[in-house]
T-cell receptor, first 113, second 113 residues
Framework: DTEVTQTPKHLVMGMTNKKSLKCEQH?????MYWYKQKAKKPPELMFV???????INESVPSRFSPECPNSSLLNLHLHALQPEDSALYLCASSQGRVTDTQYFGPGTRLTVL | GENVEQHPSTLSVQEGDSAVIKCTYSDSASNYFPWYKQELGKGPQLIID?????GEKKDQRIAVTLNKTAKHFSLHITETQPEDSAVYFCAAISSGSARQLTFGSGTQLTVLP
């Protein structure tokens, strides 16, 4: 089973709202990732958690706050977003080494009004 | 850091014909090269990958070749079918300082029935 699940599938929020995106995997993977993807562009790395510790933060604005409660779960907390933050947010996981295969979830389509 | 260039950006082929997508990379320390297929509204799905210790890998109608000297790798799809229509991304991971998945810009493949 190589499934990564993400909820919700779609999210519409105002600029003053607080919301969270959730990601889950049960493959025993120890690295989890958040990517942002704009239309017709490749995914852009936002955050990497390795063994439940934040190992990479690609200079992402503080209105995005990641959290890794345990090795199977990854959250992305959203607050005071801007319309330009509208995008597909993808979660991925891998076994743990940087050269291990990354498996992506279906994404959450976020629209900020 | 790593830079991955992908060509062509769009590719149309007749059903049953072959499709070839090419990528070049810049970091000679890169040693893992996955290919992802992304259908509309879905997350990227790994379709094949190759590591730097082999020159070619095949899985049914899909093959990937790697030329480490020239720093390029290619995806070959034979006997294309309409369900192969999607955006394809190549990627590279370096074991050097970058240590993250770097994507190419993507190829929109359309298979005409």
């Amino acid at each position: 089973d190589t499934e990564v699940t993400q909820t919700p599938k779609h999210l519409v929020m105002g600029m003053t709202n607080k919301k969270s995106l959730k990601c889950e995997q049960h493959m025993g993977h120890r690295a989890m990732y958040w990517y942002k993807q704009k239309a017709k562009k490749p995914p852009e790395l936002m955050f990497v958690y390795s063994y439940e510790k934040l190992s990479i933060n690609e200079s992402v604005p503080s209105r995005f706050s990641p959290e890794c409660p345990n090795s199977s779960l990854l959250n992305l907390h959203l607050h005071a977003l801007q319309p330009e933050d509208s995008a597909l947010y993808l979660c991925a996981s891998s076994q743990g080494r940087v050269t291990d295969t990354q498996y992506f979830g279906p994404g959450t389509r976020l629209t900020v009004l | 850091g790593e830079n991955v260039e992908q060509h062509p950006s769009t590719l149309s082929v007749q059903e049953g014909d072959s499709a070839v997508i090419k990528c070049t990379y810049s970091d000679s320390a890169s040693n893992y090269f996955p290919w992802y297929k992304q259908e509309l509204g879905k997350g990227p799905q790994l379709i094949i990958d190759i590591r730097s210790n082999v020159g070619e890998k095949k899985d049914q109608r899909i093959a990937v070749t790697l030329n480490k000297t020239a720093k390029h790798f290619s995806l070959h799809i034979t006997e294309t079918q309409p369900e192969d229509s999607a955006v394809y991304f190549c990627a590279a991971i370096s074991s050097g300082s970058a240590r993250q998945l770097t994507f190419g810009s993507g190829t929109q493949l359309t298979v005409l029935p």
